[in-house]
């Protein structure tokens, strides 16, 4: 299994977490794992609400890279992995936006380059009995609540990844490592995604309503698989905290961290220390 | 209630929306299922369905004062639910960027600013600079201490970098702003 890997940018600074967690994870399961040299940014939301060749072409300069590596395109970031494939869906679909495409990177790109998300890898090629037979340390049914906002599952007819109203592939892994994976309505509510700096009141509102609605079913954790949202949810309950009164302390890791717990994996090399709410409660658990 | 001012503001949005965003606002019928998911609707004045009818019924610049048009957080569930295909997210994104265009984007003017800070870094270094984006947008605001009592913790923590990103393919990615400010040179 070899895959050309694309961090996005949030891996080099508020994901490091993830990014860690994901190559000490991709090690254990004999997962290889190449970076495209000189991989950019994929423009993020900033990119589709301000101009659609823009946020095109910051994802095709990525793709192109990729074609020369003969592999397909591993993600980790839901937001990456949605620009990545509405930009194939675009560029195959489009002949002016094609054309525009070639104009801005100097060659052609027909948007076939396969793009996959972590979760795909994890679940169709390493496959959940594979998975089951690697776990050392079992979550030992540890509550946990999956969230997979949006960019994960949508738009739905592009990414296809799936069911988007009740997405379950987060669940079926918490399921495999021996967790209890809850159920609860906020699996694809959104958390205000870019919003967090501009529009902080909406953030914490949204994240408000999701952490009281993990907080309500009893989640020891919420367990996600996007930066935008581990941030949000992390970072903001604080905010949250001091608007309601309440004392959220929920434990917002990424499903790339509790499986390495699962693998016998030291959470040093997982960036459980970076996380914002202490996810102690959770080690104590996975021992 | 919808209403629609007799004298309006400019020439009907409709026919620039379609052309940008590709949908056709004329299938809506008005189900609601797109105010109904969506998760900025109960703070807003406007909601999504009531845009698709306003544009409809020929609503001009006054439309880009929405807003809706900037807390949106195209978490594209409208998009996602619609009966009719309606890619209504899109139709946002298209008011956004006439919004831009035309100048009306200042009572919701963070997000502008913070989409070009965003922007500008990846511009500078081909990937984006969070401290750099953020110190950019709180200059813009003025509002230089929101915040700013979390940042000690997310240092120490690693949580964020302190240094520009390296190592990006700076050369394609600024052939490809380049290309987009001649492309948006030409538009408009």
């Not at chain 1, 074609?67 to 869906?89: E, G, P, T």
């Not at chain 2, 998760?39 to 369905?49: E, H, I, M, N």
Request: hydrophobic share 40%; with cysteine.
């Amino acid at each position: 299994m070899r895959y050309a890997y694309y961090p996005g940018c949030s891996a080099e600074s508020t994901a490091r977490d993830m990014h860690q967690s994901t190559l000490a994870v991709a090690k254990a399961l004999g997962i290889d794992l190449v970076e495209p040299k000189g991989w950019t940014c994929c423009g993020a939301t900033a990119g589709h609400q301000t101009d659609r060749l823009l946020a095109v072409s910051l994802p095709a300069a990525n793709l192109t890279k990729v074609q020369d590596m003969k592999l397909d395109m591993m993600v980790n970031c839901a937001a990456c992995y949605s620009r990545m494939k509405v930009a194939n869906h675009e560029i195959a679909a489009h002949s002016n936006i094609r054309k525009g495409v070639r104009e801005a990177l100097d060659r052609d790109y027909d948007g076939s380059v396969k793009v996959r998300h972590l979760l795909e890898v994890l679940l169709e090629d390493v496959g959940l009995p594979a998975i089951k037979q690697a776990v050392k340390r079992p979550l030992n049914g540890l509550k946990v609540a999956c969230y997979y906002g949006c960019l994960l599952v949508r738009p739905p007819k592009i990414l296809k990844f799936d069911d988007a109203e009740n997405p379950t592939s987060l669940d079926r892994l918490v399921t495999a490592m021996g967790g209890t994976s809850l159920e609860w309505p906020s699996k694809v509510e959104c958390c205000g995604g870019g919003l967090s700096l501009s529009r902080t009141d909406v953030v914490v509102e949204l994240t408000g309503s999701i952490i009281d609605m993990a907080a309500s079913v009893g989640a020891d954790c919420i367990a996600v698989s996007c930066p935008m949202c581990q941030v949000n949810l992390d970072l903001r309950q604080q905010d949250i905290n001091k608007q309601t009164g309440k004392n959220y302390q929920i434990p917002i890791v990424y499903i790339t961290q509790l499986l390495g717990l699962c693998l016998g994996i030291g959470p040093g090399d997982l960036g459980f220390d970076k996380l914002m709410v202490p996810a102690s409660a959770v080690l104590e658990k996975v021992k | 209630m919808i209403t629609i001012k007799n004298k309006k503001n400019g020439a009907g949005l409709k026919q620039a929306v379609e052309e940008i965003s590709g949908v056709d606002v004329s299938v809506c019928f008005q189900c609601k299922k797109c105010s109904s998911g969506c998760p900025v609707a109960k703070l807003t004045t406007s909601r999504p369905s009531e845009i698709m009818r306003q544009l409809h019924l020929g609503a001009g610049n006054e439309l880009l004062e929405s807003d809706l048009v900037w807390m949106c957080a195209s978490c594209e569930t409208c998009s996602a639910r619609c009966p009719m295909g309606i890619d209504v997210a899109a139709v946002i994104d298209a008011l956004r960027k006439l919004a831009l265009a035309r100048g009306a984007s200042k009572q919701e003017g963070n997000v502008p600013l913070f989409n070009r800070a965003f922007l500008k870094t990846v511009e500078i270094f081909g990937r984006s600079y969070e401290i750099g984006m953020i110190t950019a947008y709180k200059i813009g605001t003025g509002k230089l201490m929101n915040d700013t009592e979390k940042f000690p913790a997310m240092l120490k923590k690693g949580k964020i970098a302190l240094l520009p990103p390296r190592g990006g393919d700076r050369k394609t990615v600024k052939r490809i702003f380049k290309a987009y400010k001649q492309n948006k040179g030409a538009k408009a």
